[in-house]
């Protein structure tokens, strides 16, 4: 029992973790890009900011602090569930009144929201990061082409 | 093995979120991209922390995506118990699994706070 304890622990803190990782690149990114204020940097902060969002949405379903029933098709595996695998039962009409507890209205929105974000974010991300690496190569590039006339000046 | 095959759920949800951590990967090579295309600049020890760390980060989410999709796959089999000179029991891939979480979330932390240091640097106009 205390292995599990602690095997769940280890996992939990790593999801922790995740989540400070996520949004210290977003803050690395907006020092990033108000040290130097070019479109790109601008690009790569709100792309990890969708990112951050979207890890925050999932960390908080993976810590438990948010509980989600909602998945697409849920209503369609509902009615599978009562009308089909449970016909033999007799409901009573009290039952049937009360009908089946969906899950809350905001729970659609986050579930989407949550890949949506995480989808959007990491791509574009990517992206951002690519450029700016490929950014850094040619700024380096350039500086070693100046560096022999330099010399030749003095 | 086909029973292996089998058990692994290839639903369209399972197949959303396998691809989610995907491109999670995919960020995590780019930031290792990213950190060797500014590593050679001399005195730069943060460039070298963030590509250092985006890279632990890639490898172990790497092998927690292949260890996810295994036990998958497992789930619809009988767990092992520890059984000594059998192997390893689904108890010990479950503690792997939850100290390569734990390492992997440490080094995404490492790179972002790298990444902090990197705009400080680009800020001061310190040495890089």
Known sequence: MTEVLAVAKLAETGAQLTLLGGWALVFGALRMWSARRTGLRLFLAISLLAFALGLTAQSLVRLNAVELNYYPGWKADMDQILGEDHAEFEYSEDDLAIGPVGPREWEGPYWWGQRLGLFLGSLAATGGFLLMGREALAEKSGSRSNKPEGKGER | ?128
């Open chain 2, 1 to 128: 093995m086909s029973e292996l095959a089998l058990a692994i759920d290839l639903s369209g949800l399972a197949n959303l979120d396998r691809f989610l951590e995907v491109l999670f990967l995919v960020l995590l090579g780019a930031m290792v991209f990213y950190g060797l295309c500014r590593c050679r600049r001399k005195g730069a020890p943060w460039v070298l922390v963030f590509s250092g760390s985006s890279l632990v980060g890639f490898v172990l989410q790497g092998a927690l995506f292949l260890g996810r999709a295994g036990r998958t796959g497992l789930r619809g089999l009988e767990e092992a118990h520890e059984t000594p000179g059998v192997g390893p029991s689904a108890e010990t891939w479950s503690s792997l699994h939850a100290l390569g979480e734990l390492l992997a979330g440490a080094s995404f932390l490492l790179a972002g706070i790298a990444l902090i240091y990197l705009g400080w640097l680009g800020r001061t106009g310190a040495p890089k």
